[in-house]
C-alpha cells in the first residue's frame, strides 16, 4: 500500500544494561542485554580513589552494593570486590565491560563523575580503553565539562549532553560541541526539541521509556532512540502493525 505511512523504528538502548532485568552496570547486564539485542548499552562510568575507572551508577557505594563509602574516596582494590545485592555480580572496570559486550552494539558511555580526577585526566583514561572496544561507541553526560574535554582530547569521538530541563541551553551545548545527539528526559522532551535536534542533524534519545504508554508520545514525534529499563521496549517500540 503505497499510502502507508513510514514507519519510524527508533534503537533500543539498555538502560544501565536493561536494570530492571539484570543486576545494573555489571557483565551479566552487558551480556543480557547483548543476548536481548538492544541496539545500544548505557552504562556509568566512575573514577576510584586510585583513579580505576569503573562501570557504576551512584556516588556512594551504600544503596547497590554490600560496601559503604564514596567511590571516589575508596581505592579499586575495595570497590572492585563489591558486590551488586544479591546478584554475585561485582563491579566491573571499563575495559572488562567493554570486553564483555558483543562489538555489534553501540555503547553509550555516560561520563558520571570525575573524582578524584579531573575530567581531562578522567578523558585521557577512558579514551584509549573505550577505542580497544571495536564496535561503535560515543559518550554522553550531565556535565558540558565532561563533553568539552573528551573534544579537547579527541574531537573525532561522539557526544552527546544528558539533560533533564533547559531545553536552550542543551540545544547551544550540542552546536558547540558538534554533538551527534541530544539525550532528553522524557520531562523535557517536546516536538520543538525533537525539530530543532533534527534539523540541525542531531539525533535524540529519550530516557527513560518503561511502558507502553510512556513510549506513544516519543514515538509520535519521532525520536531516535529510547533508553529503556526493560529489553521488550523493543517490541513496544515496532509493534505498529495494529495500525494498518
Ligand atoms: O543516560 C541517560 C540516563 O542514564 C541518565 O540518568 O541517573 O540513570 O544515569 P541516570
Ligand atoms: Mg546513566
Known sequence: NDTKKAQHY??????????????????AAVKGASRFKADRIEIDVVATSDGELVVFHDARLDDLTDKEGLIAETPSEIVLQAEILDSGETIPTLAETLAATRPSVMMNLEF?????????????????????YPGEYYVSSFDPDALRAVKDVDPSVDVAPIFGSDKEE???????LD??????????????????????????NVWTIDSWREAQEPLELGVDGLIADYPHMATFATDNSHRN
Open 112 to 132: 558520571k563523575a570525575s573524582d578524584p580526577l579531573s575530567w581531562k585526566a578522567f578523558t585521557e583514561r577512558a579514551l584509549p580503553i573505550a577505542s580497544r
Open 179 to 204: 554533538a551527534k545527539a541530544v539525550n532528553p528526559s522524557t520531562g523535557v522532551l517536546d516536538r520543538d526539541l525533537v525539530a530543532t535536534a533534527h534539523e540541525e542533524g542531531r539525533e535524540v
Open 170 to 176: 542543551n540545544l547551544e551545548i550540542a552546536r558547540e
Open 10 to 27: 527508533p534503537h533500543i538502548a539498555a538502560h544501565r544494561g536493561f536494570r530492571d532485568v539484570f543486576p545494573q552496570n555489571t557483565i
